[in-house]
């Protein structure tokens, strides 16, 4: 189900429904705001328009980046934490290697 949230993001307020809980949504909206007030700090003057085209092409950038990168392999990861917790528990059945105090 959506709901509907009142986000302000550039001084204005925006209606934006999302099935996604409130905090998430609160999350986006601080990381935006953070994005466009860097932007806006590091320029003398600039409208909001162009503030807001830069933060996307950041955005942009840094997403598709992320997509170029290697997925982890999570299986193969799953099978090595699962051979360690196997080693670790054989260490501590090991007399003389475990003791309570």
């Not at 996604?20 to 953070?34: D, G, H, K, Y």
């Not at 840094?62 to 990861?77: H, S």
């Amino acid at each position: 189900m959506k709901t509907t949230y009142q986000l302000t993001v550039l001084g204005r307020d925006i209606p934006v429904r999302s099935s996604a809980p409130e905090e998430q949504v609160r999350a986006v909206e601080t990381f935006v705001n953070s994005r466009l007030a860097d932007i806006q700090n590091r320029m003398a003057v600039a409208d909001s328009q162009l503030v807001a085209i830069l933060a996307l092409l950041n955005l942009a950038e840094a997403y598709l980046e992320q997509q170029a990168a290697p997925r982890t392999d999570t299986a193969a990861l799953d099978a090595r934490i699962h051979r360690l917790l196997e080693r670790l528990e054989t260490a501590l059945e090991t007399p003389g290697l475990f003791r309570e105090t």
